[in-house]
């Protein structure tokens, strides 16, 4: 069983920065592409990144390109996620996802692992 943990999460005014991790549990996370979604109340959970096993290919949402950057430590099992110039329209439950054996993507169901997710605020 695979087990991850966000923190990170608080609360900040436009165009500040905020980092969140994602630490996993057990032997099986080099080997698999991991993401962050988010949810916004009201809303679907949509994608924000994604970072291959090897983490030399990521992926980002058009919203967040050039704003936010993720990277991972295999070493650590831990997945990060940098947030600059962030905006309000940026609120949401942050989720890390890890994806199943052999898939890379944006789409929820290429993921089988979900953290319990860590609220992002920011204020105008």
């Known amino acids: 069983q695979v087990q991850l943990v966000e923190s990170g999460g608080g609360l900040v005014q436009a165009g500040g920065s905020l980092r969140l991790s994602c630490t996993a549990s057990?032997?099986?996370?080099?080997?698999?592409?991991m993401a962050w979604f988010r949810q916004a109340p009201g809303k679907e959970r949509e994608f924000v990144a994604t970072?291959?096993?090897?983490?030399?290919?990521?992926d980002y949402v058009d919203s967040v390109k050039g704003r936010f950057t993720i990277s991972r430590d295999n070493a650590k099992n831990t997945v990060i996620l940098q947030m600059n110039s962030l905006k309000p329209e940026d609120t949401a439950v942050y989720y890390c996802?890890?994806?199943?054996?052999?898939?890379?993507?944006?789409?929820?169901?290429?993921?089988?692992?979900w953290g319990q997710g860590t609220q992002v605020s920011v204020s105008s």
């Open positions: 996802a890890r994806a199943k054996a052999g898939y890379y993507g944006s789409s929820l169901d290429e993921y089988d692992y």
């Open positions: 057990g032997r099986t996370f080099s080997g698999y592409a």
């Open positions: 970072i291959s096993w090897s983490g030399v290919r990521t």
